[in-house]
């Protein structure tokens, strides 16, 4: 057998067909150097006087060879970061299918509102007076996540998904302790949990128990019930679960958990699959992050930062933590200490949270009302059901019956195919589609896991579909060295991300000098 056809082929060898270039370049598609590869020294795009004489006051700490930045002209300059930017692939830019991740459009009226001089130039240090309508948004966004949530009190401050995991659970820690029930350390989580869940509890000082998934996707609850006991803190579930399937059994889950004298940690990081229809306090939840930015817009991993308030129930609401806003006779202020009952649990970020983040929900939230965000649930929920019905017959879903927000399927449609859930991604890439996320979750062998969002239209969920389907048809018509060798069409083939992730080199160095090179 020709060996460049089979697995053993070098995966960045190109096919003996493909077309080489002069420059390098294919197409419209530079071959970018490095800005320190292009540079000249002495070349640059601005002209400024000559500095005045002064005397030099450094004592020797005077720089004594040049900085090394690159000399680029002005075109230069706006040619490279450009053609950088063309190279991302970017919810703006096609249908960005990675689950768990809630890539959905990002309105441009949140980035307008996000940039109006009157939020994006305050400072935190201002006086209160002058930031009032600031602490107005604030109070208004804790409105409506707690009127969303059904939950009495709501922490902006965290940072994101995981530092709001880390908030609710020393808020648990801290209710334990004022019962006097140090002992209770041990927390139930579902053996389908987001990563940040187990590594959470542990962070904070918990033991972690896993409980096993029924062949329904869905928490063991007689596995789950089993686990209870005097040592049990809390539980730590995520619903919709990383499945993409609503847990059923949740009340029953929360009754047995609270008689047992736990506390339900709820990861809300899914909310955008249930938002408007259901409330979490319905649920008897105590505590549940929201991630801001993977429900109310702003894709996750969109390179800005990301915001994680945490809802609260009756018995968690003391512990919130500082600073929050209040409304008194005197307008809005920030409570930054103790006050009344509340035992706060002191400050987890520098200042109040990530204001542009707060703009970006809020706008949201009003631009689309409560009747639209309960729309943008269920057509969420509609997308990836469609793309469930359309992909069933050529694909494996992981588990019967309809799902939640993103379809999960797993490997066993490419069985003694050749192709693996890798393979299958790369050549989704030659097709023009962002891969979905794969092998995650865990508990699914080679999981290929779809969320497609509310914001894309039937015509390019039809599209993805045609791709998916053509290309579960072909690995099961025995084309496998072809998939082996995907992707074709990219400036990059195949890499060794493995390499890439464990020796990444960061640092441009200068080219040795050829003597030197030389011996
Ligand atoms: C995204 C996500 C998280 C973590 O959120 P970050 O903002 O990345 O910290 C936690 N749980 C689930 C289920 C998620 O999807």
């Not at 709820?266 to 992050?289: S, T």
């Amino acid at each position: 057998m020709d060996k460049s056809q089979g697995r053993t082929a070098r995966p960045d060898a190109a096919p003996a067909a493909e077309i080489v270039t002069a420059s390098g370049h294919r197409g419209l598609q530079t071959e970018e150097k490095l800005i320190f590869e292009q540079g000249e020294p002495g070349r640059t795009g601005v002209d400024l006087p000559a500095p005045p004489k002064v005397a030099d006051r450094l004592n020797g700490l005077k720089r004594q060879r040049p900085v090394g930045l690159p000399g680029l002209s002005e075109p230069q300059v706006i040619r490279h970061f450009t053609r950088l930017s063309q190279k991302n692939y970017a919810i703006d830019s096609g249908l960005y299918p990675l689950g768990s991740c809630t890539m959905k459009h990002n309105p441009r009226l949140n980035e307008k509102m996000a940039r109006l001089p009157g939020l994006a130039d305050i400072h935190p240090l201002q006086p209160v007076s002058t930031v009032q309508g600031a602490l107005e948004l604030m109070d208004r966004l804790a409105h409506w996540l707690k009127t969303l949530t059904g939950m009495p009190a709501v922490a902006l401050t965290p940072g994101a998904g995981a530092h709001g995991e880390f908030c609710g659970m020393v808020a648990i820690r801290a209710a334990l302790d004022a019962k006097g029930q140090q002992s209770r350390k041990r927390v139930l989580v579902p053996e389908s949990a987001h990563g940040t869940n187990p590594a959470t509890a542990a962070a904070c000082g918990f033991t972690v128990d896993a409980i096993p998934a029924d062949d329904r996707g869905r928490v063991d609850l007689a596995a789950f019930k089993a686990k209870l006991g005097p040592d049990v803190a809390a539980i730590m579930l995520t619903n919709p679960n990383t499945c993409g399937l609503f847990e059923p059994d949740i009340v029953t889950i929360a009754k047995a958990l609270h008689e047992a004298g736990g506390y339900f940690y709820c990861d809300g990081a899914n909310f955008n699959a249930i938002a408007g229809r259901v409330r979490p306090a319905d649920l008897g939840i105590d505590a549940m992050h929201i991630n801001l930015h993977k429900t109310f817009s702003t894709p996750h991993g969109g390179g800005g930062p990301g915001s994680g308030p945490v809802v609260f129930s009756e018995a968690l609401a003391p512990y919130v933590p500082l600073p929050y806003v209040v409304h008194g006779k005197d307008g809005f202020r920030l409570v930054e200490g103790r006050e009344g009952k509340a035992e706060p649990l002191g400050r987890l970020k520098t200042f109040h949270g990530q204001m542009g983040m707060f703009v970006r929900a809020l706008t949201y939230m009003l631009s689309h009302g409560a009747d639209g965000i309960r729309q943008a649930s269920e057509d969420a929920v509609l997308n990836a059901n469609y793309l469930l019905a359309r992909l069933k017959d050529v694909m494996s879903p992981a588990f019967d019956g309809p799902c939640m927000h993103e379809c999960l399927f797993d490997d066993s449609f490419l069985k003694d195919t050749g192709v693996s859930t890798l393979d299958f991604a790369k050549a989704l890439i030659d097709e023009g589609f962002h891969p979905m996320t794969m092998y995650f979750p865990l508990v699914v062998h080679g999981a290929l896991l779809i969320e497609p969002t509310e914001s894309e239209t039937r015509a390019s969920l039809d599209e993805f579909v045609g791709s998916l389907r053509s290309l579960a048809t072909r690995a099961k018509q025995g084309e496998a060295a072809s998939f082996h060798a995907a992707p074709r069409l990219t400036p990059r083939r195949r890499l060794d991300e493995t390499r890439a992730a464990r020796q990444p080199v960061l640092r441009w160095k200068p080219a040795a000098p050829t003597r030197q090179a030389a011996e």
